[in-house]
T-cell receptor
Framework: DTAVSQTPKYLVTQMGNDKSIKCEQNLGHDTMYWYKQDSKKFLKIMFSYNNKELIINETVPNRFSPKSPDKAHLNLHINSLELGDSAVYFCASSPRVAGELFFGEGSRLTVL | QKEVEQNSGPLSVPEGAIASLNCTYSDRVSQSFFWYRQYSGKSPELIMSIYSNGDKEDGRFTAQLNKASQYVSLLIRDSQPSDSATYLC??????????????FGQGTILTVHP
């Protein structure tokens, strides 16, 4: 069983479209994250939820909206996609706030 | 802005040698320090964590922390070709709006050649 799973693994879409990425963890962790890794491999935090509550909300365009229906799930919805949104998006979970992260396999988003 | 700096490399070492990876951070109010390994096309995985000054050893890996110099390093002894990957340094900060946030460096590419 995969500990942190993301779907889909690949998305190719046109500018202006809306897309969602889903994440689920079966580790029983309280904290979940979305990270963005750009083409230069720089990994930057976007959002973090602790037990369904938003605790970190970085300077991210409001076209990005996270949602956590329960502590095992964290989804990311992106409106009006732009070329610069092309990246790999990683979901992660942690047994405590920050610290030791367990990453999902990543979702590679390509905006044409 | 709190920063974590690494030399992006690539760092190339022969098989069996010691690979030394370095990282500096900008904020003295830093709490915890981590090294992640990321193989090409894969997700990062945690390999070491260190919380206090000094050395911490785990198998072939040794993490070293010097808070006075704001410096953390990772030594890989008896390097193997399977160690070839990008190594990411990460730091958490203790207070303010950065509380609990894990900030990554840009990563160092390590190549171990036979």
């Amino acid at each position: 069983d995969t500990a942190v799973s993301q779907t889909p693994k690949y998305l190719v879409t046109q500018m202006g479209n809306d897309k969602s990425i889903k994440c689920e963890q079966n580790l029983g962790h309280d904290t979940m994250y979305w990270y963005k890794q750009d083409s230069k491999k720089f990994l930057k935090i976007m959002f973090s939820y602790n037990n369904k509550e938003l605790i970190i909300n970085e300077t991210v365009p409001n076209r990005f909206s996270p949602k956590s229906p329960d502590k095992a799930h964290l989804n990311l919805h992106i409106n009006s996609l732009e070329l610069g949104d092309s990246a790999v998006y990683f979901c992660a979970s942690s047994p405590r706030v920050a610290g030791e992260l367990f990453f999902g396999e990543g979702s590679r988003l390509t905006v044409l | 802005q709190k920063e974590v700096e690494q030399n992006s490399g690539p760092l190339s070492v022969p098989e069996g040698a010691i690979a030394s990876l370095n990282c500096t951070y900008s904020d003295r109010v830093s709490q915890s320090f981590f090294w992640y390994r990321q193989y090409s096309g894969k997700s990062p995985e945690l390999i070491m964590s260190i919380y206090s000054n000094g050395d911490k050893e785990d198998g072939r890996f040794t993490a070293q922390l010097n808070k006075a110099s704001q410096y953390v390093s990772l030594l890989i002894r008896d390097s193997q070709p399977s160690d070839s990957a990008t190594y990411l340094c990460a730091v958490t900060y203790a207070g303010g709006t950065s509380y609990g946030k894990l900030t990554f460096g840009q990563g160092t590419i390590l190549t171990v050649h036979p």
